[in-house]
């Protein structure tokens, strides 16, 4: 997506409460400042890392930093294996779940760019129901649960891989979120984190959110865009990596379930509903090119998430959407990994956290 484009999101995030006039810098961080005393003024809780808007510096020593075989080394099952360790020891970790996936590697991802939280939506602490959709490996509701153990907390997926071992107040049911709700009992917060690309009908999973929510509960939306973005002049050479991205979301709208409504969560919530709706972005380092010592640790577990994605996104829909041949998916692939470990490439994402409440 263009970059005017995405400052025009945030601008109407913000309407109200910025100028359109201002900064595409001021109006991110007014939206996330604004987030951000909600939640504190509900949890407590501190204040998220960073907002979108802000210009990520580069470390020029960035490349020579740590181990001299780093950039070798990403990607094989040792370093993988590293990191999984370092996941399961990091301060938040309830206890010592497996985190080997992908998916349980973004969850700590996203957990260190909101410093912990596993929300920004203004929810209170006396909650009595929730409900997780496309949980995954339910890593998020099962961190949730612990959290707030007044909850009751439901997570629903197609593929029955969560374990079996979770909080009493956390329960898991095999369903599909596309199909018809048939909960009897209305929730207080419904959440769903990366699924983007995988819904074929916002409108009708966003009034389904709305009719099982309680009056005053929330309902909140977070993932990562379908695009990434040049942080400076070396982004470009990425150019494989670029073109990857671009096919995939072009697939993904021929396949009926693209990657860019993201752009348009806001207005749909408003659409079937929801009041005092929010958009908040966060930019997503890939690599360990930040300055920052908190981006770059980011930067560095969402170097390997990104180079496990590529796979898992380019085979089904290159193949299926696209017409490739396994010989073309596996020679862009390895262009794109070559790309993602080149410490000299300096590439972001975007993570969109939207949110809104049922009058």
């Known amino acids: 997506m263009a970059q005017n484009e995405a400052t025009r999101d945030a601008q109407e995030s913000t309407a109200g409460a910025a100028s359109s006039t201002q900064p595409a810098t001021n109006i991110a961080t007014t939206t996330l400042n604004e987030a951000t005393a909600e939640v504190q003024e509900n949890t407590g809780a501190a204040a998220p890392s960073q907002s979108a808007g802000a210009d990520l510096e580069v470390d020029e020593n960035a490349s020579a930093d740590g181990d001299s075989g780093y950039n070798d080394s990403i990607g094989t099952a040792s370093y993988a294996s590293s990191i999984s360790s370092s996941i399961r020891n990091y301060k938040y970790e309830p206890n010592d779940e497996e985190e080997q996936d992908r998916m349980d590697l973004l969850n700590h991802i996203y957990r260190l760019l909101t410093r912990g939280y596993l929300h920004l939506a203004p929810i209170n602490s006396n909650l009595q129901r929730v409900l997780d959709i496309g949980t995954g490996t339910g890593i998020w509701a099962i961190q949730f649960a612990e959290e707030y153990p007044s909850a ?4 629903t997926d197609l593929s029955p891989i969560q374990p079996k071992w979770v909080p009493p107040n956390c329960t898991f049911e095999v369903d599909d979120y596309e199909q018809e ?5 209305k929730f207080d917060f ?4 990366e699924l983007n690309g995988f819904v074929s009908d916002y409108d009708r999973l966003f009034s389904r959110a709305f009719k099982h929510l309680k009056s005053g509960g929330y309902f909140e939306f977070q993932s990562a865009e379908g695009d990434l973005f040049p942080n400076d002049e070396t982004g470009y050479k990425a150019k494989h990596t670029l073109q990857l991205a671009a096919q995939v979301r072009e697939a993904s709208a021929k396949f009926g379930k693209s990657f860019m409504k993201i752009h348009e969560w806001k207005k749909m919530m408003e659409k079937v509903g929801f009041v005092d709706v929010r958009k908040v972005e966060y930019k997503l380092p890939i690599g360990r090119w930040p300055k920052d ?17 590529v796979d898992a996104y380019a085979f089904a829909l290159f193949s299926r959407v696209l017409g490739w041949s396994q010989p073309e998916i596996q020679v862009m692939c390895a262009h794109v990994r070559n790309e993602l470990k080149d410490p000299s490439i300096h ?3 975007k993570v969109h956290f939207v949110y809104g409440r049922k009058p």
């Open 293 to 309: 010592p908190k981006l770059k640790e980011i930067g560095k577990y969402q170097q390997v998430q990104q180079i496990q994605a």
């Open 181 to 185: 709700w048939l909960f009897k009992t």
């Open 152 to 155: 009751q907390v439901i997570g």
């Open 347 to 349: 590439l972001y994402g």
């Open 190 to 193: 419904i959440h769903g984190r």
